[in-house]
């Protein structure tokens, strides 16, 4: 009661301060930071963005001359979701491949900066070192966040770029919108014996810093992990003619229980490793006989989260720092500090319409369209608690059940059921930050790991900030993301392959349908089309 009494008293503060033209400062023009800005803009509100490269883009942003964890995408890397799925709500991909490259989200993003009239609001070349909070007066006539910055470089003509480190400077702004990503840090973990295999004349890095195959063609590659960018480029490594070999937990890959065969006749799978040694070779778990010997080790370990700019007890301490960000309500407001937001931290999820969604709330709660009461409250205007939003199965279904018994009781919730069908269950892979720790191949984003919960949370957004709930679409993309997840098991070498045609029905069961063209596996209306 005294918590609740604590936010109610906030939310009358920041009612005050909401009530004039707020200056929210962006970090990030990403695909999160370029939402942020669209959305804040287009409800009157003055945005600022900074950007420390000198294109917007964030990851897409590929600029060979940048340092490996500023610049992660490699050579032959595409998307690994539809476009006519991932695109933002109201802005769709011109590209005629469903799936495709990173120049091709890049140009995209490109795009829809100009489209929106964004250029104008971002500083580019602008590094943040540091966001401060300060108590804000109870007549709201002062700002809350001090953002120190500092210019580090300029476009100086078509692809070229003056690098500097001016004096760092501060503003003031009544919000910041977090809009960093999560692909800057990567997840190295710490392998017994690594220095002996590096002493022996093996290469070990990260695949943040791989670009192309060519330089392991004949080579014998050890892969670790088997997350989308290992293993695609396991199978590109394997198409160059690579003799490869990928250390999964477990020992393979499986769906639904059942193990998954390799795609290639040149990877292997074989479960963890334990040791390294000088020989190059690996030793396994639950094995006797040594793996190897190998010419190279690519950590496929994924990405931390990476905040350097905040204050590690503002996000949740030292615990919380490398798995993600807390106390957040709907993945997006502080609780404490709901003036302080975020966008893009959710994995496992189609990103750029979630993004969207997160983008347009912020700009309804900060412009006082929608109550901030509601944005601090885990109950009041909601259909689901942040239970509902991870991937702890017994909380998530406790209260996805609760929210499907809301909407079977006039309570608001969508028709073309949104919540858990039967056979489907939430992803149990996950681990909260208070139960035994990841292993220690796998990068621990345990708090922002979404799956199925990705569209109750897009629901729950829209609701929020009072904007009509597309039930249907996010019935049908909740289909199609399901289908895709299932023809990429099936067909890891060619479901890029796949071009996708939606037909959108809001009155129609499920949303509409889909068809799919495909060289073996297509699929039509009627194998889509819910009766």
Known sequence: HKSRARLAARASVHAEVFSTRMKVCIIGAGAAGLAAARALREVGLEAVVLEQRTKVGGIWNRDPASPPTENCVYDGLAVNLPCELMSFWDFPFEANPSFVSHSEVQSYLERYATHHRLERLIRLGTRVLSVKRHEVKMDGSSAEWTVTMQSVASPIGPGALREYAAAPSSETFDAVVVCNGHHSKPHIPDVSGRADFEAGGGDVYHTCAY????????????????????????????????????????????????EVVSPHVRIKYVSGVERLHGD????????????????????????????????MQLVGGAEVWQQGVAPLHLQT???????????????????????????????????????????????????????????DNSKASASIEAAHQLGANGGGGCKHGLSLQAGETWPAESQRASKSPMPPQKAPRTLHELGLGQWQ???????????????????????????????????????????????????????????VAHPTHPLDKEDTRLR
């Open 333 to 391: 407001f502080h609780r404490e500090h709901p003036t302080l937001c975020f966008v893009g931290l959710p994995c496992k999820v189609v990103p750029f319409p979630l993004w969207d969604a997160q983008a347009r709330t912020i700009a309804a709660v900060l412009s006082g369209a929608a109550p901030l009461s509601s944005a601090l409250s885990p109950y009041a205007s909601l259909k689901l608690s942040d239970d509902a939003m991870s991937c």
């Open 457 to 515: 949370l897009m629901e729950s957004l829209f609701r929020l900030a009072g904007l009509h709930v597309p039930c249907g679409r996010l019935a049908l993309l909740r289909r199609i993301h399901k289908e895709v997840g299932a023809r990429r098991r099936e067909l890891p070498m060619t479901y890029r392959l796949s071009k996708y045609m939606l037909h959108y029905d809001e009155g129609a069961p499920g949303g509409g349908w889909w068809e």
């Open 211 to 258: 670009r192309a195959p060519a330089r392991h063609a004949r080579s014998r590659v050890l892969v670790i992990g088997s997350g989308p960018s290992g293993n695609d480029i396991a199978i590109e490594l394997a198409e160059a003619g690579a003799m490869v070999t990928q250390s999964i937990r477990g020992g393979s890959p499986s769906s639904n229980g059942v």
């Open 280 to 311: 190059r070779t690996a030793t396994l778990e639950n094995s006797d006989e040594p793996a190897g010997p190998f010419d190279a080790i690519l950590l496929a370990t994924g990405f931390e989260f990476d905040f350097p700019f905040l204050d």
